[in-house]
T-cell receptor, first 112, second 114 residues
Framework: DQQVKQNSPSLSVQEGRISILNCDYTNSMFDYFLWYKKYPAEGPTFLISISSIKDKNEDGRFTVFLNKSAKHLSLHIVPSQPGDSAVYFCAASGAGGFKTIFGAGTRLFVKA | DGGITQSPKYLFRKEGQNVTLSCEQNLNHDAMYWYRQDPGQGLRLIYYSQIVNDFQKGDIAEGYSVSREKKESFPLTVTSAQKNPTAFYLC?????????????FGPGTRLTVT
């Protein structure tokens, strides 16, 4: 039972364009959503988060949108840079934050 | 520099042997976690600890054991009862309270059991 789904295993984008990574979830009890970025042979690093009471959170080139009615969130990267090439994990948490469910990840390739 | 260290980076064991993975943090975080990552899958929670001398099972705890005797350390033992131990193991930590959701990860240990 995948409670957090990232249906696109990979995404390729030209440098300078927008990257949009999508994530769907099934559990309406989640109250916090996060995106992590992972380079090969390294642990994930926290990128950006959003509370379930908001629909948008922005941090520099990164914006996360939350559509609760559709149980969908997305990460926008504008403009995309070659250094953004990595695997991006969507994650969702609830009830204190200790049990976080991760999606399978989307590998982003940003071409120069 | 504050952070999380995991050692070793690569670990090889024979089937039937127990093996312990190390995780140390100097971030002064109360909570620590162990995850497992398999190809094409997200991270799955094995165990977590909210405070010293306390820990709870995650979604896939069978065949694993942990201890939390010190705030800085949260070792994971992969026992011979774990049916598919070959995987990439990640340790994480977080503060408690409002920032619990944001976890800081170590570099991981790749365990291969043959």
């Amino acid at each position: 039972d995948q409670q957090v789904k990232q249906n696109s295993p990979s995404l390729s984008v030209q440098e300078g364009r927008i990257s949009i990574l999508n994530c769907d979830y099934t559990n309406s009890m989640f109250d916090y959503f996060l995106w992590y970025k992972k380079y090969p042979a390294e642990g994930p690093t926290f990128l950006i988060s959003i509370s379930s009471i908001k629909d948008k959170n922005e941090d520099g080139r990164f914006t996360v949108f939350l559509n609760k009615s559709a149980k969908h969130l997305s990460l926008h990267i504008v403009p995309s840079q070659p250094g953004d090439s990595a695997v991006y994990f969507c994650a969702a948490s609830g009830a204190g934050g200790f049990k976080t469910i991760f999606g399978a990840g989307t590998r982003l390739f940003v071409k120069a | 520099d504050g952070g999380i260290t995991q050692s070793p980076k690569y670990l090889f064991r024979k089937e039937g042997q127990n093996v312990t993975l190390s995780c140390e943090q100097n971030l002064n975080h109360d909570a620590m976690y162990w995850y497992r990552q398999d190809p094409g899958q997200g991270l799955r929670l094995i165990y977590y600890s909210q405070i010293v001398n306390d820990f709870q099972k995650g979604d896939i705890a069978e065949g694993y054991s942990v201890s939390r005797e010190k705030k800085e350390s949260f070792p994971l033992t992969v026992t011979s009862a774990q049916k598919n131990p070959t995987a990439f193991y990640l340790c994480a930590s977080s503060s408690t309270g409002i920032r619990t959701y944001e976890q800081y990860f170590g570099p991981g240990t790749r365990l291969t059991v043959t």
